[in-house]
């Protein structure tokens, strides 16, 4: 069992996670495919290329979006994609997320959304309050 990754993000953000991610971990258990969203091109295109990367990614175990906000394109994009593919969105995505989901690489699409919540959760600390 293989979920796809989908990183749909502003810009760049994806793209330097996933580089992140892959100079930590080599290599990754889980295929992975980067949208970035640029405001100076019609939105509408970007749904087409969602299609076309999520169509790549599923093997039949769906795909998990991750989008860096809610309510903005990137996530609008996401959400355009429930319809006719199996996904599940998680927004947020930050680089602790993305360690904790390929950790599980044989988990299914509902078990690594909820890893990635977790993960991007416990990733976000008030550093000053741990070292007390």
Known sequence: MSVGILLITHDDIGSSLLESLQQMMGS??????VLPIRHEH???VFCYHAESLCQNLNNGHGVLVLTDLFGATPCNIACSLIPNYRVRIVCGVNLPMLIKIMNYPSADLDTLAN?????????ILDVNSVNS
């Open 28 to 33: 990754l258990p889980l295929p992975v495919k």
């Open 42 to 44: 019609d939105p509408l």
């Open 115 to 123: 890893k990635a919540l977790s993960g991007g959760c416990q990733g």
